[in-house]
Each structure stands twice: as C-alpha cells, then as structure tokens.
C-alpha cells in the first residue's frame, strides 16, 4: 500500500510539473522530436526567458504607448494584456546557429486560457502565430492552455531592432520591441493587445 500511495503522489507531482506555463516550449520541444539541438549554453539562456510570472505586466484599462493600432490588424476591443494572456509573451532569435542574428528569424508565442486565431505586429511587421510545430493545446492542467507561435523572417534586426550583427549575449539592454497582437475568439470577439516584447537570445 505504501509503494502505491508513493507512486500515485510522484505521478501528481510529475502532471503538476508539465502543465506549468514555464515548461510548455520545453515539452513541445520534446513533441516534435526537432531535427537539430542548440548548445546547453544557448537552452540555458531560453529557459530564463522562458521563466516568466503567471499574469503579464501591466495596469487594467487600455494599453498605452506612443504608436496606434496598426491599421492592417483591424477594428477590436483593446484589453490589457494581463487580461488577455495567462503569461507574458515570449520572443527569441530563432537561428540554427547559437547567437547568431545572420538568419535574420525570430519566434513569437503566447499562452492564452481558450483558442483563437493570433495575428501580431512586431514594429510594423506583421506575421501569424500558427505555425504547427509549436502551437498547440496542453489539456493536461486546468484550465487547458493554448499556445500559439510563429515566425518572422525577415525581422530586421538589426535596422527596426538595432542589435548589432554580432552576439546577442552581451547586448545590455536587450531590445524590446513594440508587439500589438490581435486575438480573435470567433463570434465577433476580437481582441487587441499591446506590450513591448524582451527579445531574448534564444528559442526554444
């Protein structure tokens, strides 16, 4: 009976361990079974940025900064983004190379409480968080989390972003541009958000 109580109560922790946000882009790692690996390093400096708190930054009310709604993003309800997504949003370069920006590629991806179609703008440029590696639905916890990501290349990194050509590591501060994203949860609800994004050294 002990062994059984003890197996049940390390099967409980484990399920808690996976259904944690932080671990999400970890575990979708391990889904996909990808091609290529980065350094130990390069996984060590995405996991921190993986890490973040529970409720995204920010006062209720409308989102303030200095630019509009894009206009390509359309009309919508604007919402805090604590009050759209259950963690901070997370951005990475997303070069095969470690540290490298020559690929000129970043990631995207956010965690919301139900689906929807997730479109942003990172400083103007647009693209779709859909990508069918990486967005997904994670049923185990409660509630289910939804996560959503996508690419952009090229991203102008080093124009629109000014990081510098050579590696990100040393780059203090590093950048954080200006995302509004758009969320539609079907029927007419549709959301707009804004936060700036840290860009992070690594995805994934």
């Known amino acids: ?17 996976l259904c944690a946000p932080e671990s999400l882009i970890p575990e979708a790692r391990r889904h996909r079974r990808r091609p290529w690996m980065w350094t130990a390093a390069v996984m060590s400096v995405a996991a921190l940025g993986v890490v973040l708190s529970l409720s995204a930054s920010g006062g209720g009310g409308t989102p303030t900064q200095s ?30 190379l470690p540290n490298s920006v020559a ?6 991806a956010v965690w919301l409480r139900r689906p929807g179609v997730v479109t942003a703008t990172i400083d103007g440029l647009a693209l779709s968080l859909n990508d069918p590696t990486w967005s997904e639905a994670f049923p185990t916890g409660r ?3 939804f996560m959503y990501a996508g690419f952009l290349q ?21 950048p954080s541009p200006s995302v ?3 969320i539609d ?4 609800n549709v959301v707009l958000t804004h936060k700036d994004v840290q860009l992070e050294p690594g995805w994934g």
């Not at 090229?154 to 590093?174: G, N």
Request: charge should be positive; glycine fraction near 8%.
């Open 185 to 188: 949860f079907g029927h007419g």
């Open 180 to 182: 509004w994203f758009r």
């Open 143 to 145: 509630p289910t989390i």
């Open 154 to 174: 090229p991203a102008d990194m080093t124009t629109r972003m000014h990081v510098p050509p050579s590696s990100m590591l040393f780059v203090k501060p590093l």
């Open 67 to 96: 630019s509009r709604v894009p206009r390509l993003l359309g009309p919508g309800k604007i919402e805090a983004p604590r009050l759209v997504f259950l963690q901070n949003p997370y951005m990475g370069i997303s070069c095969r």
């Open 1 to 17: 009976m002990t062994q059984v109580l003890t197996r049940n109560s390390e099967s409980s922790r484990k399920t808690h361990e």
């Open 103 to 108: 690929c000129d590629r970043v990631g995207l």
